[in-house]
């Protein structure tokens, strides 16, 4: 199978808009057989990650962890998600995106508490109306949310997953990022700046309609550079777009003219949530291992964005990747790569 790197360049985001909007079922895919696996969604308790929820634990999902930032709302999605499968294990876990911290401490009670772990969907993001920069890190919390903390997260969950995968039929674990076509739509122009994360946190860039397709965009220029230093033998990384999907929610912190255009356009042409959450679970437990590095969207590998293949696109990325790096290099994330073991990275 062909990976998104070896693809592409995607077409216009209108195309790739039109082509979603006539594939709104979602594609049967093989029954799945979830028993004995472990599965945790960040945001779980809501929306198309909830619906995912269910749609796991109704194929013998044996452990589900769905995160949270308020306690309360957790508990009443995995209250409703016990009676649909009693014999499960469903868990609450607090993360908190916008915090390092809080990253830290999940991790790390995923090392200490579970013995095995097949497959992470991030589904955690957030739209931003107006520039706000994070207290904690002081990072604008779009970008926070949706890019460095996913990164974050991401590559401390590596060698975790990679010493809890399935070793007993030899199965890589998976990490599905949440992305969205609009990644196709997304103008970057921070990436002009001597320093594109600087340009991120600087109110003078800030466009509220774009950053949230940028971010998405971002991801797809971190998968396609985390890929070669990770062994698909051992864990599998790609990015999943659910489309256009008829849930409320994101678009919370829009301004209220935007959020009604969105709500009509859910009406008319958007998927259903359980279109947007098979996605998930389909780019999740179904799709092979040559996924890994790719992003896929229609239930099938699609190419990246045209900016990532252009010269100017092409530095762009290898400077977002080295800044990236930089950022978190508080958290010793060039070690871990190193220490996964690929040699042709």
Same mark, same amino acid.
């Given at each position: 199978?062909?990976?998104?790197?070896?693809?592409?360049?995607?077409?216009?985001?209108?195309?790739?808009?039109?082509?979603?909007?006539?594939?709104?079922?979602?594609?049967?895919?093989?029954?799945?057989?979830?028993?004995?696996?472990?599965?945790?969604?960040?945001?779980?308790?809501?929306?198309?990650?909830?619906?995912?929820?269910?749609?796991?634990?109704?194929?013998?999902?044996?452990?589900?962890?769905?995160?949270?930032?308020?306690?309360?709302?957790?508990?009443?999605?995995?209250?409703?998600?016990?009676?649909?499968?009693?014999?499960?294990?469903?868990?609450?876990?607090?993360?908190?995106?916008?915090?390092?911290?809080?990253?830290?401490?999940?991790?790390?009670?995923?090392?200490?508490?579970?013995?095995?772990?097949?497959?992470?969907?991030?589904?955690?993001?957030?739209?931003?109306?107006?520039?706000?920069?994070?207290?904690?890190?002081?990072?604008?919390?779009?970008?926070?949310? %949706?890019? &460095?903390?996913?990164?974050?997260? $991401?590559? !401390? @969950? +590596?060698? #975790?997953?990679?010493? /809890?995968?399935?070793?007993?039929?030899?199965?890589?674990?998976?990490?599905?990022?949440?992305?969205?076509?609009?990644?196709?739509?997304?103008?970057?122009?921070?990436?002009?700046?001597?320093?594109?994360?600087?340009?991120?946190?600087?109110?003078?860039?800030? %466009?509220? &309609?774009?950053?949230?397709?940028? $971010?998405? !965009? @971002? +991801?797809? #220029?971190?998968?396609? /550079?985390?890929?070669?230093?990770?062994?698909?033998?051992?864990?599998?990384?790609?990015?999943?777009?659910?489309?256009?999907?008829?849930?409320?929610?994101?678009?919370?912190?829009?301004?209220?003219?935007?959020?009604?255009?969105?709500?009509?356009?859910?009406?008319?042409?958007?998927?259903?949530?359980?279109?947007?959450?098979?996605?998930?679970?389909?780019?999740?437990?179904?799709?092979?291992?040559?996924?890994?590095?790719?992003?896929?969207?229609?239930?099938?590998?699609?190419?990246?964005?045209?900016?990532?293949?252009?010269?100017?696109?092409?530095?762009?990325?290898?400077?977002?990747?080295?800044?990236?790096?930089?950022?978190?290099?508080?958290?010793?994330?060039?070690?871990?790569?190193?220490?996964?073991?690929?040699?042709?990275?």
């Amino acid at each position: 199978m062909a990976t998104s790197s070896n693809l592409g360049p995607a077409g216009p985001f209108f195309f790739y808009f039109l082509r979603s909007i006539t594939l709104s079922r979602f594609a049967k895919t093989a029954p799945l057989n979830l028993s004995g696996q472990t599965a945790i969604i960040t945001g779980g308790y809501s929306g198309i990650g909830y619906k995912c929820a269910e749609i796991l634990l109704s194929n013998e999902l044996s452990h589900l962890i769905i995160t949270v930032r308020s306690e309360k709302k957790g508990n009443d999605a995995a209250a409703k998600l016990r009676r649909l499968n009693p014999k499960a294990k469903i868990e609450v876990w607090s993360l908190d995106m916008l915090s390092y911290d809080s990253i830290q401490a999940f991790v790390k009670r995923c090392n200490n508490d579970l013995p095995r772990i097949d497959f992470v969907i991030l589904n955690a993001g957030m739209v931003s109306g107006e520039f706000s920069l994070n207290e904690s890190t002081g990072h604008e919390v779009c970008f926070q949310v %949706n890019y &460095l903390s996913t990164a974050l997260l $991401t590559i !401390l @969950l +590596l060698p #975790i997953l990679k010493a /809890k995968r399935n070793s007993k039929q030899d199965k890589p674990s998976r990490i599905t990022m949440v992305g969205s076509g609009l990644a196709l739509s997304a103008n970057f122009p921070e990436r002009n700046s001597q320093s594109v994360i600087r340009a991120f946190d600087s109110a003078g860039y800030f %466009n509220s &309609l774009d950053r949230y397709s940028t $971010t998405k !965009l @971002l +991801l797809l #220029i971190f998968v396609s /550079k985390l890929a070669p230093f990770v062994d698909a033998s051992d864990v599998v990384v790609n990015v999943v777009d659910p489309a256009f999907v008829a849930t409320p929610g994101l678009d919370r912190n829009i301004p209220a003219y935007l959020r009604y255009i969105n709500g009509l356009s859910r009406m008319l042409v958007a998927r259903s949530i359980q279109a947007g959450a098979w996605a998930y679970a389909d780019a999740a437990a179904v799709q092979p291992s040559s996924t890994h590095g790719s992003w896929l969207a229609n239930w099938q590998v699609y190419a990246f964005p045209k900016v990532m293949y252009s010269p100017e696109g092409k530095q762009a990325s290898d400077t977002m990747w080295e800044e990236t790096l930089e950022d978190l290099d508080w958290a010793g994330v060039r070690g871990i790569l190193s220490a996964m073991g690929k040699r042709n990275a």
